[in-house]
């Protein structure tokens, strides 16, 4: 039997308009539309460090009804997915 861990980031193709805001997200190899944004904030940490956090958090509502945590990683540009 194989573990894994729960509730880790996974990286995403997520495109996203020029406001930065996700337009669809790439999930088991198909892209979802977004229909709406639930919610959005930034999380700034630990910037005194070597390895600083800055992250912009949207929770979307794909086309389906399913909701999904994203997160643009200013530090190195890559989109994450939760869930």
Do not use: C, F, K
Request: charged share 30%; glycine share 10%; aromatic share 8%.
């Amino acid at each position: 039997m194989t573990l894994r861990a729960l509730g880790v980031p996974r990286r995403a193709h997520v495109r996203a308009g020029p406001d930065g805001v996700p337009r669809a997200v790439e999930i088991r190899g198909s892209a979802r539309a977004v229909s709406g944004i639930r919610d959005d904030w930034l999380v700034q940490d630990l910037w005194w460090t070597d390895r600083p956090v800055d992250r912009h958090y949207h929770e979307v509502v794909l086309e389906s009804g399913r909701v999904v945590l994203t997160y643009r990683d200013h530090v190195d540009g890559s989109w994450y997915v939760h869930g």
